[in-house]
C-alpha cells in the first residue's frame, strides 16, 4: 500500500513537470530559465493569478482555466475621443495621459466606458514561467507586464484576449520594459485595444518571442477596417529581440513599430492579410528579415523611416561573417516589396546566440504551428 502510495505520487509529480516548459528558447533569450524547476502551482482564481506572479518566489505557474479579469475592477465612463471618426468599425481613444488633449485636439469628443481592468496589465516578478495546461490557459480581460528589473521570465501556452478592443488605450497585451531574458512562445494575442506586445523606452535586454499568434482581427480598429492597427512596439533603448516562427495575421499597421536601440531578428515569420504597413523602422532600428513570407500584405516596410533594414533576398551570403551561417531569402506573395540592404549592423550579431533559419517555403507551415494550444 505504501509503496503504491509512493508511486502514485511519484507519477503526479512525473505528469506536472511533464506539463511545464516544452523546449528552450533559441536565439537572443537562450538560456532562460524562468521558474526552474519549482514545484508547479495551480491558481485558482484571479487573485491566486496575480499573487503566484507578483511574489518574490521562482514559480512555476500553471493555467488549466480561463481566468477572467473583466468586471474585478468595475467599469469608468469618461470623456474620450475619436480620432478615426465615430463609424461602427471605428476604434475611439481614451485620453490616457491626455493623449486626446494633446495629439487630436481636433477629434470630436466621445463618451467611453471600459473596464478598468484592461488597462494595465498584472505584474510579473523575476524568475516566474507562466505555463498554459493544453488549451485551457487563458487570461482574458487583463494583459502581463515584465517590468522594473523583473527578469528571466518565461510565458508559453496562453492566450490573453478582450482588453477593451473598442479603446486605444484600452491595454497592453504583454508589456516589457527594464527587464532581461524573457521568452514568450506559443502565445495568442487576440482583441487587444493598444499594442498586443510593447517592448517600451527603457531597456528589455535579451527576448525572444516565437511560435506566437497575434491575431489582428477585431470589430473595432483604428483603421475603421477590422484590421487592428497596433501590433508590435519594440522601442527600448538596449533590446535585442529573436522574433521566429511567428503568425501576424490581420494587422494594418506597426506590427512592428521599431525604434529606441533595437536589434531584431526577425527569421521564418509568416505575415498574412495586412490592409497597411508591417515594418515601421525608426531611428535607431536595426532590423534583418529573412526565411519569412508575406503573404497578402500591402505594405511590408513603411516607406521613408530612418532605420536600417536588411531585408535578404539573393544576397543570404552577407551574414555568413557575422552569424556564421548564410541567411534565407523572403518570399512574397501577392504582397508589396520589402527593401532594404544595409549591412552596416551585421556586427552586433557578433558573438550572440543567433536562431537558426529555414527557407521561407518551410514558414508558411506556422499557420499550423503557432499560438496557444498547439504544444
Ligand atoms: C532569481 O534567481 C536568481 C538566480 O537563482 C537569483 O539570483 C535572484 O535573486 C532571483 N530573483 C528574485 C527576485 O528572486
Not at 46 to 74: K, N
Not at 125 to 136: D, P, Q
Not at 187 to 192: A, K, N, R
Request: proline share 2%; hydrophobic share 35%; aromatic share 8%.
Amino acid at each position: 500500500m505504501r509503496s503504491f502510495a509512493l508511486l502514485s505520487s511519484a507519477l503526479v509529480a512525473l505528469a506536472q513537470t511533464a506539463t511545464a516548459v516544452t523546449g528552450a528558447a533559441e536565439g537572443f533569450a537562450k538560456g532562460v530559465t524562468g521558474g526552474g524547476s519549482a514545484t508547479p502551482v495551480y491558481p485558482k482564481t484571479t487573485a491566486e493569478l496575480v499573487s503566484y506572479l507578483g511574489d518574490s518566489q521562482p514559480r512555476v505557474i500553471m493555467l488549466d482555466r480561463t481566468f477572467d479579469f473583466t468586471g474585478t475592477e468595475g467599469t469608468a465612463t469618461e470623456t474620450g475621443c475619436a480620432p478615426w471618426g465615430t463609424g461602427s468599425g471605428c476604434q475611439l481613444s481614451l485620453n490616457k495621459n491626455s493623449w486626446c488633449d494633446n495629439y487630436q485636439p481636433n477629434a470630436p469628443k466621445v463618451k467611453v466606458t471600459y473596464d478598468k481592468a484592461g488597462v494595465l496589465g498584472i505584474t510579473v516578478g523575476s524568475n516566474k514561467s507562466l505555463i498554459g495546461v493544453g488549451s485551457k490557459g487563458i487570461i482574458k480581460g487583463k494583459g502581463i507586464r515584465i517590468v522594473n528589473g523583473a527578469k528571466n521570465v518565461i510565458v508559453q501556452n496562453i492566450h490573453i484576449t478582450n482588453l477593451n478592443p473598442k479603446y486605444v488605450w484600452g491595454g497592453d497585451a504583454i508589456t516589457l520594459d527594464n527587464t532581461d531574458m524573457v521568452w514568450i512562445d506559443h502565445v495568442t494575442t487576440s482583441l487587444i485595444g493598444r499594442q498586443h506586445i510593447v517592448l517600451g523606452n527603457n531597456a528589455c535586454g535579451r527576448v525572444t518571442i516565437s511560435n506566437c499568434k497575434f491575431d489582428g482581427q477585431s470589430t473595432y480598429s483604428a483603421t475603421c477596417d477590422t484590421y487592428h492597427y497596433w501590433g508590435m512596439y519594440f522601442t527600448g533603448s538596449n533590446d535585442m529581440i529573436t522574433f521566429k516562427n511567428n503568425l501576424i495575421s490581420h494587422m494594418s499597421g506597426r506590427s512592428p513599430k521599431v525604434a529606441g536601440n533595437t536589434l531584431l531578428h526577425a527569421v521564418n515569420n509568416y505575415w498574412y492579410d495586412s490592409t497597411g504597413h508591417n515594418f515601421e523602422a525608426d531611428t535607431g532600428a536595426k532590423i534583418l528579415v529573412e526565411g519569412s513570407v508575406f503573404q497578402n500584405t500591402k505594405t511590408p516596410l513603411e516607406a521613408g523611416g530612418a532605420g536600417k533594414v536588411l531585408a535578404i533576398s539573393s544576397n543570404g551570403a552577407v551574414c555568413s561573417q557575422y552569424l556564421g551561417r548564410v541567411c534565407q531569402a523572403n518570399g512574397f506573395g501577392s504582397s508589396g516589396t520589402l527593401s532594404g540592404s544595409d549591412t552596416t549592423f551585421l556586427s552586433y550579431f557578433n558573438g550572440k546566440n543567433i536562431a537558426s533559419a529555414t527557407s521561407y517555403a518551410t514558414a508558411k507551415n506556422v499557420v499550423n504551428t503557432a499560438g496557444f494550444g498547439k504544444i
